[in-house]
């Protein structure tokens, strides 16, 4: 897989559609234990419904991407967002709709909601944070005692290889850290004037609908919400046909304006 360098890493990164010379370019932001490999076929299938481009890259730490050190600081996001730039000049993204998933989603909010969001045309989103929310802790606990004493550690290194437990506990013990209890991004939300779009599963175990009434009521541009039935945190996985169709619309009435 190649790379491309940001941040002063190399970051594997894959792409599908047309080049950014010809199309808008889906950028694509992975979840907090995921790489481009735990997207799947998504990215592929929401290029060829819209007839962009397609960006996918794991960050540093995650899949084939050079680690990091350990521990992760408390605005890891923050400090993913700031990244983000150089990753979209390195890929020569002139145009970018961010399609972005929890951790990712989140690093998505904190972008355009900064003065060097000016190539974001839109944001579609899966499952994002915006604050921490107790049943967020509960589950992040949950996975740390699987890491210990299940199967996740070995279903991970699939994704990530020998970055498997930089990736987990770089996720894990930031997010649990009580310091971490204070973390929110809300204050970038009113600088957000592009269209949103936020899907999120009825039985997501990481966050509640109260994420989303807080984006619906911090942005400054138009927010549309999705909720799915039969849908845990992962709406590209758990309800893959209803999730393309709606961000498949959503960015080809986007990029038509």
């Known amino acids: ?6 941040g002063g890493r190399r970051l594997e990164y894959a792409w599908h559609g047309p080049p950014p010379d010809e ?44 680690p990091v050190p350990l521990p992760r600081p408390i605005r890891f996001m923050h400090d993913e967002a700031r990244v983000l730039p150089e990753v979209l000049d390195a890929a020569a993204v002139r145009d970018a709709v961010l399609v972005g998933h929890s951790d990712g989603a989140s690093i998505a909010l904190i972008h355009a909601g900064s003065a060097s969001s000016r190539r974001v045309r839109a944001l579609a989103m899966e499952a994002p944070h915006v604050f921490v929310e107790d049943v967020t802790v509960r589950s992040i606990e949950k996975a740390a005692e699987s890491y210990r004493t299940g199967d996740l550690r070995r279903a991970l290194e699939r994704h990530h290889g020998t970055n498997v437990d930089v ?21 970038f939300l009113p600088a957000i004037r592009v269209p949103v779009l936020v899907v999120q599963g009825e039985q997501d175990e990481y966050g509640t609908l109260r994420q989303l009434d807080a984006i619906e009521a911090g942005c400054s541009g138009p927010v549309t919400r999705l909720v799915l039935p039969d849908c845990g945190h992962a709406p590209h996985r758990d309800q893959p046909d209803e999730t393309l169709m709606a961000m498949a619309t959503f960015v080809r009435e986007t990029i038509a304006r």
Do not use: Q
């Open 1 to 6: 897989m190649p790379h491309l360098l940001a």
């Open 23 to 66: 199309a808008p370019t889906l950028v694509f932001l992975h979840e907090g234990l995921g790489s481009v490999s735990t997207w799947r076929d998504f990215p592929k299938l929401l290029a060829d419904a819209t007839g962009c481009g397609a960006l996918v890259y794991s960050r540093a730490g995650y899949g084939g991407s050079d």
């Open 167 to 187: 990736a987990f506990r770089g996720w894990n013990r930031a997010w649990l850290d009580p310091a971490f209890r204070s973390w929110t991004i809300e204050e």
